[in-house]
């Protein structure tokens, strides 16, 4: 099974990806972070993606496949794609590179959520510098993570200004891959304005009747 979770920022993808990941036993594919990784590195190429990343920008694309089918070819695990595709560019070279390693998206889940809740909802998230767990927090005095005891901290395009544009960059750039997956047959939608254990529970039930 191979799972494409889309929606926009703040809609839940990173959580219910992680929970995914667990209960299918599938592999986790988060673009963000493999962005993140490199920036942590710091390297020259980590520099360069953290120019784009911070102004709230997408990477270009040829970079992002090339990334990509690395990963993907390391792996025989079923996977879920998680900030990818973000452009109709990245969702043709997907399907041509599945086709490649005799693999296809098996399923499309759009996590919606209403514009109105994002802001609100990412002002609150903080990621764990150690383990990667995603979580809102209810105080500023929210400072460790609940899971490791590693720093929790706020990342650079979470600002409101950000966001603001990153959900411009959405409506341009992503949204016309959801028409390119209607038009597959694969493509089901959830209500994200839900809290996430029933978020989980309905993206569970549509995924048990394809397993
Ligand atoms: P995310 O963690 O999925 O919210 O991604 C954070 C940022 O990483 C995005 O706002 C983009 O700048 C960049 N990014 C992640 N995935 C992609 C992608 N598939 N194509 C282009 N840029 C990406």
Redesign the pocket.
């Known amino acids: 099974m191979n799972i494409v979770l889309m929606g926009c ?1 703040g809609a839940g ?2 959580t219910q990806s992680a929970r995914l990941q667990d209960y299918f036993h599938l592999k986790h594919i ?4 493999v ?1 993140r990784a490199e920036i942590a590195s710091g390297s020259v190429l980590g520099k360069q993606i953290a120019g ?2 911070n102004k ?4 270009p ?1 040829e970079m ?1 496949i090339a990334m990509l089918e690395n990963i993907v070819k390391a792996t025989d695990k079923g996977l879920i794609f ?6 109709v560019a ?1 969702a043709e070279a997907l399907d041509q590179m599945m086709c490649r390693f005799g693999r296809k998206i098996t399923k499309v889940v759009m996590i919606n959520l209403p514009e109105k809740e994002v802001v609100g909802r990412i002002s609150s998230r903080r990621q764990c510098k150690k383990c990667g767990e995603i979580l809102h927090v209810t105080s500023a005095a929210e400072v460790l993570c609940p899971v490791c005891g590693g720093e929790l901290y706020t990342r650079p ?1 979470d600002t409101p200004a950000r966001v603001k544009h ?1 959900l411009e960059v959405y409506h341009k750039d992503t949204l016309p891959v959801k028409t390119y997956y209607q038009h597959s047959g694969k493509y089901v939608e959830i209500n994200g304005d839900q809290e996430p254990e029933q978020v989980f529970e309905d993206i569970k039930n549509i995924l048990e009747k394809v397993k």
């Open positions: 920022p993808k990173g988060s673009t963000g972070d962005l784009i990343i709230g920008n997408l990477i694309d992002m998680d900030g990818f595709p973000r452009t990245q395009d990153r």
